[in-house]
């Protein structure tokens, strides 16, 4: 799977927009971007992934760059409560394979 | 979206004495099942490769004989931690992906607190 690199940690204010940005130079043309966040003492949450177009859904929105090097992960209206540590993870989708976790971006939403 | 089920959410236990820990699937069926284990301030790290069957895959640097992985129906995979120690103390994590539906997704359980004293 390709790498991925973040910012170690952001800050967001209230009821703004979450731009949370992920390199992956490396990506390959079978490997989808994913995105999962942590928020503190839980497992894992889904938010949302995709290969090459953009994808929205309840959650967030996915920006891929044309040439798929980057993505950003954008939260249209932060609150409280969306406080996590934030995962980008490349990897082939459909496989027998587990998630391998980086280090992430811990995003703080403040009021 | 499918749920995964991991219990107990914490646990406190002395050193020596062994811990089991469940993550069920609650409305599909996981062939495969994975198990994560994570430090303080540190991203998940994985453990172990649960195959319903068949024995687990571990990890390098993972001790087979000290984490019992046992995947013996197709929606229920347990770690038993045994003869725990205090530097065993860590959060664990189980996921596991809904092949039924086709689904690129893994979905993770709520997490396990070990505090070995």
């Known amino acids: 799977d390709a790498k991925t690199t973040q910012p170690p940690s952001m800050d967001c204010a209230e009821g703004r927009a979450a731009n949370l940005p992920c390199n992956h130079s490396t990506i390959s043309g079978n490997e989808y971007v994913y995105w999962y966040r942590q928020i503190h003492s839980q497992g894992p949450q889904y938010i949302i992934h995709?290969?090459?177009n953009n994808e929205t859904n309840e959650m967030a929105s996915l920006i891929i760059t044309e040439d798929r090097k980057s993505s950003t992960l954008i939260l249209p209206h932060a609150t409280l409560r969306d406080t996590a540590v934030y995962y980008c993870?490349?990897?082939?989708?459909?496989?027998?394979?587990?998630?391998?976790f980086g280090a992430g971006t811990r995003l703080t939403v403040k009021p | 979206g499918a749920v995964v089920s991991q219990h107990p959410s914490w646990v406190i236990c002395k050193s020596g004495t062994s811990v089991k820990i469940e993550c069920r699937s609650l409305d599909f069926q996981a062939t495969t099942m994975f198990w994560y284990r994570q430090f303080p301030k540190q991203s998940l790290m994985l453990m172990a490769t649960?195959?319903?069957?068949?024995?687990?895959?571990?990890e390098q640097g993972v001790e087979k004989d000290k984490f019992l992985i046992n995947h013996a129906s197709l929606t229920l995979s347990t770690l038993t931690v045994t003869s725990a120690h205090p530097e065993d103390s860590s959060f664990y994590i189980c996921?596991?992906?809904?092949?039924?539906?086709?689904?690129?997704?893994?979905?993770f359980g709520s997490g396990t607190q070990l505090s070995v004293l």
């Open positions: 993870i490349v990897r082939v989708s459909n496989n027998n394979n587990d998630m391998r």
């Open positions: 995709g290969l090459k």
């Open positions: 649960s195959n319903e069957g068949s024995k687990a895959t571990y």
């Open positions: 996921s596991a992906r809904d092949y039924g539906t086709g689904n690129e997704k893994l979905f």
